[in-house]
């Protein structure tokens, strides 16, 4: 018998069809003997319907409004499923944030979770009652208002709930059946990962792999929570029932890396198109420019990722080169245009042609030339690269956004990363 | 200055453009100086969708759930009204039934009110905030769960809370501008009545006018809450403010009696299509068969309404004509059936093609000769009456349904309740 989390997203949920083949998915566990708490996102589409209805009300809108209106959706799902579980003979209950209670901080639309106390739900899994969680939201206890995670912030919800009634393993139902060596899309030949280390699936997370959300991944490493990927848009019956501690089969685990004993070099190549270059022209090199520039663009809490500084030919200026979230971007201009009323005269160019390709991998770590192999294989291409920033076990490297798709299929082979 | 609840409908929040309005409505009081609590019902047509899903989930469903699915309709529009408030300049928060909270029984469904700890709104209200609550619903408080009041109980839910907050006024705006001396689509003559007594309205509202929720009509009697009806389809500008104390002015005011100086002995017409007779032939006539037959159905919590008795011909036999609600007459003709079985044979005739008929008035009090005029004006129109009841302050008839147009109109002339 195994305690199991199981987080089903907006796509599988999407009709009272979904969501009866979601039912069969809690039932193949019920049945096993597991104990079951079901973490659900909206009905797809919904949120959004959500979303837009408050930006319609007022572009300018009160956060915790929003929350109370988007936090509907999920609401919705809850009752829905606990009905049909309920309907199939298996006792269940729909729980809200609040009535948990999932305690947030009062980040409106962007809260975190600050603490779930578990052991009211840890106690009617153990009388076999399938528990039915509201995802993406929670409470903020001092003015009793709903919070929301934040877009995707179910994935979240699961992981914290799975540690806060100590699960054996979270499974995140979505609709691919697992963490692919790289985008399926670009490259065909893309091999699913049977385990992934948190350290990785947290570099893939935030490098553009929308598998799954980055704060979620954190969440389990922190709490060393084995998370599970795998695909709701499989027959129920197709899936073998979680059996704790034993982890193959379907999906991708994550897991801790001394759990995985077959370990690459390389474990993927994962790419970002919505990156942004700015490049500053010709400021004058003296100490302290560095500051002047991203210490407001910090204030203006503009993430900045790739950074390089050249001299420029005659020595007297330099030049600066790093990236933003395409987003962004308008933003950082404007505080660029008042830092430059500070600084004295220097050019700005930007450009949203740009992508951001990497690779990442834990055998990284105790291997050298991977990076070397990296860019002299992008350089046969004719591929030039305009930043890189590298971390212990990941490479990236800013390109021209045209050739983004070749330089991810490239490194696929280079990494011998494909089926077979 | 005064301490108003204004409660607004589906029909009146259908879209942005409508809540929009109502948010003007409620400017035109906060400008005038007066302290606003509005409570609000699901956009027209969101809760409807919300039960078909819970239907399409599982015919027999946990009334838990239920609340907890068709209770979000109302979460989405009190956050949008509080939104495009404060978008007016107007300093405005949502509050959810459970935020409050509004204690219910566990009736889920069909849940009443207990108690509803107002001092907290109060001091809000008297901050000058406006506090935009959800309609339809509370919370039961053992299992800390959701709970909805049935249809139509946004109307209970704001003359619960303008006896909470000890409002001066509890104004229902809704479709039509008030309470008229009969359905205007039958009558064209008939006229608005600007003030009408709570008993009155009670008998209105339970005899198949459906302008208020008897329930809500209940609450506003026992607390003498002044309760008006008034059209949210005028421009808001149209209207005045409110002030306390004096009730002259749009739509209809529900009051005590003794605030109605011109008393009519007859203040209006209502009819009701949804009855349904049974009539029960040659029974044995014995001691207790009325408890025999009439005990069953009470404990089928089956409604009987009007009662009429006759022996037959020969004194050994008797009659017994009755009505129940149409939608529960296959469930009374269950019960018959079964208690046919204990009494011995008797035949078993029933008719939806009834209407119920009923004149109301609080002078019907003092003033005899009421019904006698009624039965006389039927029978020149050579209208059938196939049972009567009474109370102190109504007469109603049961009538061919084929009759009950030409019924209402006659009558309706008869006491001169015309406009000029």
Redesign the interface.
């Given at each position: 018998m195994s305690f199991v989390v199981m987080k089903f997203g907006g796509t599988s949920l999407a009709d009272?069809e979904r969501?009866r083949n979601v039912a069969c998915h809690v039932k193949r566990e019920v049945d096993a003997g597991n104990k079951v708490a079901v973490v659900v996102s909206a009905m797809a589409g919904v949120t959004n319907q959500?979303v837009a209805?408050?930006r319609?009300?007022?572009p300018?809108?009160?956060a915790?409004?929003?929350d109370?209106?988007v936090?509907?959706?999920e609401?919705?799902t809850?009752?829905?499923l606990?009905?049909?579980l309920?309907?199939l003979g298996i006792p269940a209950?729909?729980w809200?944030g609040?009535?948990i209670p999932i305690v947030t901080d009062n980040a409106h639309g962007a809260a975190r979770i600050k603490e779930i106390p578990g052991t009211r739900v840890r106690e009617r899994l153990e009388q076999g009652e399938v528990a039915v969680i509201t995802g993406f939201q929670g409470i903020e206890p001092e003015r009793?208002?709903?919070s929301t995670l934040g877009r995707g912030g179910s994935d979240t919800s699961a992981v914290a709930l799975a540690a806060a009634v100590k699960a054996d393993l979270c499974d995140i139902y979505t609709d691919v059946d697992g963490v692919y060596t790289a985008d399926p899309r670009i490259v065909p030949k893309a091999s699913r990962l049977r385990k992934v280390s948190y350290e990785e699936m947290l570099e893939m997370a935030s490098l553009g792999s929308k598998v799954l959300q980055t704060r979620s991944v954190e969440l389990a490493m922190v709490h060393r929570m084995p998370v599970r990927v795998l695909s709701s848009f499989v027959a129920p019956e197709a899936l073998e029932p979680v059996k704790a501690g034993t982890w193959d089969g379907a999906g991708t685990i994550m897991c801790d890396e001394d759990e995985i004993v077959e370990q690459r070099v390389v474990s993927g190549i994962a790419y970002a198109k919505d990156e942004a270059k700015i490049t500053l022209l010709k400021i004058a090199d003296k100490p302290g420019v560095a500051a002047s520039i991203f210490g407001p663009l910090a204030e203006a809490s503009i993430n900045v990722d790739m950074i390089v500084q050249n001299l420029s030919a005659d020595g007297k200026f330099t030049d600066i080169t790093f990236t933003v979230q395409e987003a962004e971007l308008p933003r950082a201009l404007n505080v660029l245009k008042s830092v430059q009323k500070q600084l004295g005269a220097f050019d700005i160019k930007s450009s949203s042609e740009v992508s951001k390709v990497s690779v990442i991998g834990i055998g990284m770590r105790s291997h050298a030339g991977v990076a070397a192999q990296m860019f002299k294989a992008l350089g046969e291409k004719g591929i030039n690269i305009l930043a890189i920033s590298t971390s212990e076990i990941k490479i990236s490297v800013l390109i021209d956004a045209a050739y983004a798709e070749l330089a991810v299929r490239t490194l696929h082979s280079l990494y011998e990363l494909g089926k077979d």
């Open positions: 009272l969501i959500l209805w408050v319609e009300a007022a300018l809108h009160d915790r409004e929003y109370s209106v936090a509907t959706g609401q919705v809850a009752g829905l606990a009905i049909v309920q309907s209950r729909s809200q609040w009535q009793n208002r709903v």
